[in-house]
Nanobody, 118 residues
């Protein structure tokens, strides 16, 4: 499975951003997908996931609903919409995939940097 993330950049606090991750090398509809992030100097954390059937698995900020994951099986792409961005959202965002065989996130994209200015 190859994953290519894009859409990061510099954005002001309060703004929105949509990240994309295109997958190839495996039937997309059979992948579980997730977004992780790693803030500067911190460990990587799980942001949100989406199952093969479209069920959302919440991660950070799950109670505030600022992170929305979606998938387009026709385009082999998973998206992460981030609203009301905060400086603490600054991080490298990674998309990841898991297959039925492994059941774990074992395939990773290269990461895309999101920088939120105050």
């Amino acid at each position: 499975v190859q994953l290519q993330a894009s859409g990061g950049g510099l954005v002001q606090a309060g703004g929105s951003l949509r990240l994309s991750c295109a997958a190839s090398g495996h039937p997309f509809s059979r992948l579980g997908l997730g977004w992780f992030r790693q803030p500067p100097g911190k460990e990587r954390e799980f942001v949100v996931g989406i199952s093969r059937s479209g069920n959302v698995i919440p991660g950070v900020d799950s109670e505030k609903g600022r992170f929305t994951i979606s998938r387009d099986n026709a385009k082999n792409t998973v998206y992460l919409q981030i609203d009301t961005l905060k400086p603490e959202d600054t991080a490298v965002y990674y998309c990841a995939a898991k297959t039925i065989l492994t059941g774990r996130y074992t395939h990773w994209g290269q990461g895309t940097l999101v920088t939120v200015s105050s």
